[in-house]
T-cell receptor, first 115, second 112 residues
Framework: SAVISQKPSRDICQRGTSLTIQCQVD?????MFWYRQQPGQSLTLIAT?????????ESGFVIDKFPISRPNLTFSTLTVSNMSPEDSSIYLC????????????FGPGTRLTVL | GDSVTQMEGPVTLSEEAFLTINCTYT??????LFWYVQYPGEGLQLLLK?????DKGSNKGFEATYRKETTSFHLEKGSVQVSDSAVYFC???????????FGTGTLLAVQP
């Protein structure tokens, strides 16, 4: 399985600011995803990060709020823009591809608190 | 659309008790089924999976069998330990999108 790291692991931010979360994988992967896990809740897919093109967003998520970059097959960023307390969540990236195409492996997550 | 329903928690057990966490699904076609575990303060780890009917996934003493006739994928363990305390998520990938769809999660608390 792939080894996935995320930075930062946690942060406390002020309302109205933006935070960029990085996801790094130790091998090239076909697909990368970003999820949100609100306190005490399950995971919700935000978007699929596409290499070399715009991300594909799920219903309820928009590019202006959650811009995503994926410059190559091992790296992606998610920005949470103009934050409010409702954005306080754990944000996780996951990857799929290679020999285990239908499996997804998750990073450790970024715990975000917005004051 | 595709969905996953799992039993609500919290589930509280004594050490060495038998564990069952129920999971049923709705999907078109033949989804792949997964159990993920989230230990306190950590990200998700893939616990086990099954990709076709009657497959049994197993890992760390946990088992789940893909039952197409009952659209179920119940998680079982014969003797739980305190270290098994975590949130368990049932999930599926259906169709060609590779999108994981999660259940709501079940908190398991094992007491010594």
């Amino acid at each position: 399985s792939a080894v996935i790291s995320q930075k930062p692991s946690r942060d406390i931010c002020q309302r109205g600011t933006s935070l960029t979360i990085q996801c790094q994988v130790d091998s090239q992967v076909t697909m990368m995803f970003w999820y949100r896990q609100q306190p005490g809740q399950s995971l919700t897919l935000i978007a699929t990060a596409n290499q070399g093109s715009e991300a594909t967003y799920e219903s309820g998520f928009v590019i202006d709020k959650f811009p995503i970059s994926r410059p190559n097959l091992t790296f992606s960023t998610l920005t949470v823009s103009n934050m409010s307390p409702e954005d306080s969540s754990i944000y996780l990236c996951s990857v799929a591809g290679g020999s285990s195409y239908n499996e997804q492996f998750f990073g450790p997550g970024t715990r975000l608190t917005v004051l | 659309g595709d969905s996953v329903t799992q039993m609500e928690g919290p589930v509280t057990l004594s050490e060495e008790a038998f564990l069952t966490i129920n999971c049923t699904y709705t999907a078109t076609g033949y989804p792949s089924l997964f159990w993920y575990v989230q230990y306190p303060g950590e990200g998700l780890q893939l616990l086990l999976k099954a990709t076709k009917a009657d497959d049994k996934g197993s890992n760390k003493g946990f088992e789940a069998t893909y039952r197409k006739e009952t659209t179920s994928f119940h998680l079982e363990k014969g003797s739980v330990q305190v270290s098994d305390s975590a949130v368990y998520f049932c999930a599926l990938i259906g169709g060609a999108t590779n999108k994981l769809i999660f259940g709501t999660g079940t908190l398991l608390a094992v007491q010594p």
